[in-house]
Each structure stands twice: as structure tokens, then as C-alpha cells.
């Protein structure tokens, strides 16, 4: 089983402002819980001991809540971003030394993705990259997925209802090899643009299918909504 998960929480937030002005988006509150506490606790279910944070914005406060984890029961490390390096330049240097297979989640999607199954899924379709995809109506706002069986060929960004693919859309979490990372440039990337989509073509990501929980945060009309509809354990 995997045992090290990246999140991406160095965001702005610039569209949950006013809220984002003094907290940053991880730190915005779910219940009782941050909404970056929400996600780290789902993985510790599964059996992730190590946590990486890539941080940006207001890191400071991200650091002073979780410290080193070990009041979670977990180790939690920080990769600071000095510059805005991209989702693939983020995900890159927070990767950086790892060896093995990794969970990868955006900080700002809610869900109660099952990572055991994932792997599972990933170990047996012997892909680079398992990428969680969800159904959603309003296909129009997303990247919609194209598939052949569950091998992701492409994305089809924002069509109209008629002419989606599929109504399967990328959730933010992943398994994924180290060694994909190797296609990414030095510095300021896109995981999306300049991986992803060069992988799909040939056959290298598996799509896992994720029906339950999933929240986008992202504006405060979904933030809103989030924190009525999520179901967590208290």
C-alpha cells in the first residue's frame, strides 16, 4: 500500500475573498475541521503515514496549524513554493527523491474517495497515472474525459452537454509514478497540459470511478454548498 500522499494547498483562493483575505483556502473552515484537515484524514484512513504539503500562499498559518502532524498521528512535511511554479512545478519539487508510487489530491475538492481501492485499481491496470474521475451534470465547467474502456485518451475542456464524451470529469486525485514527472520542464509547469495531456494519447492513464462525495470549494457559492451537503465524521 501507498503510504505518501502530495497535496496541492498553495492556492490563492481569490475567489473565496473576503474569507481568503486573512485565511488561506485550506484553512477555511468544514464543520469543525479545516477543509485541508478533512482531506488528510481521509487518507490516514487508508494507511498514508506521510503527508507533503506544497504550500504558497499564507503558508505561515498552514505550518503553525498542522505542524510536523504528529498530534494527527502522522508526519507532515512542507514544500514551500518561493515563486508560483504551476500545478506540474508544485507537484514536481514536492515529489522531489520520492522512489515509489504516490497519492496526489488538489486542496480544494472534498471527497470520500476509497485510496485502498484506488491502488488496487492502479496495481492492476499496470498505468503511469490512475486519475479519480466523478459524474457531474453540468459538464459545461469542466474538462470532460474521453475514454476506451478506462484508458483516458483526451479532455474535451468545457463542452456543451451535447457534445461531451462522456459526463465523467477530473476529481483532483490521483496515483501516480514518480517517473512521469520526468516530462516535466524545470521550474513553472502544468501537471495538466504538460503531462497529462501528453501521456493519455498513448495509453498510459487508467480512469478510477469515484460515485460518491465530491466537493468543489473553489467559489464561495460552492464553498456554501460544501458545508451543508459534506458528510464527515466528527
Same mark, same amino acid.
Given at each position: 500500500?501507498?503510504?505518501?500522499?502530495?497535496?496541492?494547498?498553495?492556492?490563492?483562493? #481569490?475567489?473565496?475573498?473576503?474569507?481568503?483575505?486573512?485565511?488561506?483556502?485550506?484553512?477555511?473552515?468544514?464543520?469543525?475541521?479545516?477543509?485541508?484537515?478533512?482531506?488528510?484524514?481521509?487518507?490516514?484512513? %487508508?494507511?498514508?503515514?506521510?503527508?507533503?504539503?506544497?504550500?504558497?500562499?499564507?503558508?505561515?498559518?498552514?505550518?503553525? %496549524?498542522?505542524?510536523?502532524?504528529?498530534?494527527?498521528?502522522?508526519?507532515?512535511? %512542507?514544500?514551500?513554493?518561493?515563486?508560483?511554479?504551476? #500545478?506540474?512545478?508544485?507537484?514536481?519539487?514536492?515529489?522531489?527523491?520520492?522512489?515509489?508510487?504516490?497519492?496526489?489530491?488538489?486542496?480544494?475538492?472534498?471527497?470520500?474517495?476509497?485510496?485502498?481501492?484506488? %491502488?488496487?485499481?492502479?496495481?492492476?491496470? *499496470?498505468?503511469?497515472?490512475?486519475?479519480?474521475?466523478?459524474?457531474? +451534470?453540468?459538464?459545461?465547467?469542466?474538462?470532460?474525459? *474521453?475514454?476506451?474502456?478506462?484508458?483516458?485518451?483526451?479532455?474535451? +475542456?468545457?463542452?456543451?452537454?451535447?457534445? &461531451?464524451?462522456?459526463?465523467?470529469?477530473? &476529481?483532483?486525485?490521483?496515483?501516480?509514478?514518480?517517473?512521469?514527472?520526468?516530462?516535466?520542464?524545470?521550474?513553472?509547469?502544468?501537471?495538466?497540459?504538460?503531462?497529462?495531456?501528453?501521456?493519455?494519447?498513448?495509453?498510459?492513464?487508467?480512469?478510477?470511478?469515484?460515485?460518491?462525495?465530491?466537493?468543489?470549494?473553489? #467559489?464561495m457559492e460552492k464553498y456554501e454548498y460544501a458545508k451543508k451537503k459534506f458528510i464527515y465524521k466528527k
Amino acid at each position: 500500500m501507498i503510504d505518501t500522499a502530495i497535496i496541492l494547498a498553495g492556492g490563492l483562493g #481569490t475567489r473565496l475573498r473576503p474569507l481568503t483575505d486573512t485565511v488561506p483556502k485550506p484553512l477555511i473552515p468544514i464543520g469543525d475541521k479545516p477543509l485541508l484537515q478533512h482531506i488528510i484524514e481521509n487518507l490516514k484512513k %487508508y494507511g498514508v503515514k506521510n503527508i507533503i504539503l506544497s504550500v504558497g500562499y499564507k503558508a505561515e498559518l498552514i505550518e503553525e %496549524y498542522f505542524k510536523d502532524g504528529s498530534w494527527l498521528g502522522l508526519k507532515i512535511s %512542507y514544500s514551500p513554493e518561493s515563486l508560483p511554479l504551476g #500545478t506540474g512545478g508544485a507537484i514536481k519539487q514536492a515529489a522531489e527523491g520520492l522512489k515509489k508510487p504516490f497519492f496526489l489530491q488538489w486542496g480544494d475538492n472534498l471527497m470520500d474517495v476509497n485510496w485502498k481501492e484506488m %491502488y488496487e485499481e492502479y496495481i492492476a491496470s *499496470k498505468a503511469k497515472i490512475l486519475m479519480v474521475l466523478t459524474p457531474r +451534470e453540468d459538464v459545461e465547467n469542466f474538462g470532460v474525459a *474521453k475514454l476506451e474502456g478506462k484508458k483516458i485518451l483526451m479532455f474535451v +475542456e468545457k463542452p456543451s452537454r451535447e457534445e &461531451a464524451p462522456s459526463n465523467l470529469i477530473n &476529481a483532483g486525485a490521483f496515483v501516480i509514478n514518480p517517473d512521469v514527472l520526468n516530462i516535466l520542464p524545470q521550474g513553472k509547469s502544468s501537471i495538466e497540459k504538460d503531462c497529462f495531456e501528453k501521456l493519455a494519447p498513448k495509453g498510459e492513464i487508467y480512469a478510477y470511478l469515484h460515485t460518491g462525495q465530491w466537493f468543489p470549494t473553489d #467559489t464561495m457559492e460552492k464553498y456554501e454548498y460544501a458545508k451543508k451537503k459534506f458528510i464527515y465524521k466528527k
